[in-house]
């Protein structure tokens, strides 16, 4: 069972990126997945989550417009398209699975984690 996230980069503020998150081991078909993100010196916070079946997203208010969670449940990837980023964005991004019934924002629902993809945006 793994995640393996990719696409991150270096880019200019106001630029965009797409973070992709490929399962393998498993399907993610019956799995709400989510994208975390940890920047230096700071807790690892929630991003976006989408449930099993593409039907509901949720956003942290930092990134809500401007980001876009979606998933292909036939691939079993998820993929987290970043818009008009900021610098305040730079860290580093982990996708994961969601297995415990907790909340979704709470890193203790999540059984397995991505091994993370850097994000730096340069102002």
């Known amino acids: 069972v793994q995640l393996q996230a990719s696409g991150g980069g270096l880019v200019q503020a106001g630029g965009s990126l797409t973070l992709s998150c490929a399962a393998s081991?498993?399907?993610?078909?019956?799995?709400?997945m989510s994208w975390f993100r940890q920047a230096p010196g700071k807790e690892r916070e929630f991003v976006a989550a989408i449930t099993f079946n593409g039907a509901a997203t949720n956003y942290a208010d930092s990134v809500r417009g401007r980001f876009t969670i979606s998933r292909d449940n036939v691939k079993d990837t998820v993929d987290l398209q970043m818009n008009n980023l900021k610098p305040a964005d730079t860290a580093t991004y982990y996708c994961?699975?969601?297995?415990?019934?907790?909340?979704?924002?709470?890193?203790?629902?999540?059984?397995?984690w991505g091994q993370g993809t850097q994000v730096t945006v340069s102002s």
């Open positions: 081991g498993f399907t993610i078909s019956t799995y709400t």
């Open positions: 994961a699975r969601k297995y415990y019934q907790l909340s979704f924002y709470s890193t203790g629902s999540y059984d397995r």
